[in-house]
């Protein structure tokens, strides 16, 4: 059997293995109050950018979310096809009055969500997470 060449190879100090975990927990609380309406929380998130923001090119969103245009696309694709959003005016994006509901409708689950990921992680875990999402949108 062939060893291990690199004596401090250590996979506990994997910072990618540490943010999928950390990404798993959390995509799973969320998950539980969103599930009911049928609705990721990819999808949620550009829900409330659209609601804040309006009406955005899709290339504004994938810049802003951090995602890859392939999986704008598809969330997209599933958003209008729910009425969610309205493509009208491509390569703009906007609400439609059901999205409008739909995130009224959201807000109280997502408030409960939240507010388990911050109990979960403490103040010193959402300000670290603060701290990361920072750190990231500067690059």
Same mark, same amino acid.
């Given at each position: 059997?062939?060893s !291990?060449?690199h $004596?401090?190879?250590? #996979?506990s ?11 798993r ?10 599930s #009911?309406?049928? !609705?990721?929380d ?14 955005? #090119?899709? $290339?504004?969103?994938c810049?802003?979310?951090h995602?890859?245009?392939s999986?704008?696309?598809r969330?997209l ?5 729910r009425?969610l959003?309205?493509?009208?005016d491509? #390569? ?12 009224n409708? !959201?807000?109280?689950e997502w ?6 990921t ?5 103040q ?11 750190k990231?949108?500067?690059s």
């Amino acid at each position: 059997m062939n060893s !291990i060449e690199h $004596k401090h190879f250590n #996979p506990s100090l994997c910072i990618s293995n540490k943010v999928r975990q950390v990404n798993r927990v959390i995509a799973n609380i969320y998950r539980k109050y969103l599930s #009911p309406f049928q !609705i990721t929380d990819s999808q949620l998130t550009i829900l409330f950018v659209l609601t804040k923001k309006g009406k955005l #090119p899709q $290339k504004d969103i994938c810049r802003g979310l951090h995602l890859e245009k392939s999986s704008l696309n598809r969330n997209l694709n599933r958003l209008v096809a729910r009425g969610l959003i309205s493509k009208v005016d491509f #390569p703009f994006v906007q609400m439609t009055d059901a999205g409008i509901e739909l995130v009224n409708a !959201i807000i109280p689950e997502w408030e409960k969500a939240l507010k388990e990921t911050e109990e979960l992680l403490n103040q010193d875990g959402v300000l670290a997470v603060d701290l990361l999402t920072q750190k990231i949108q500067r690059s």
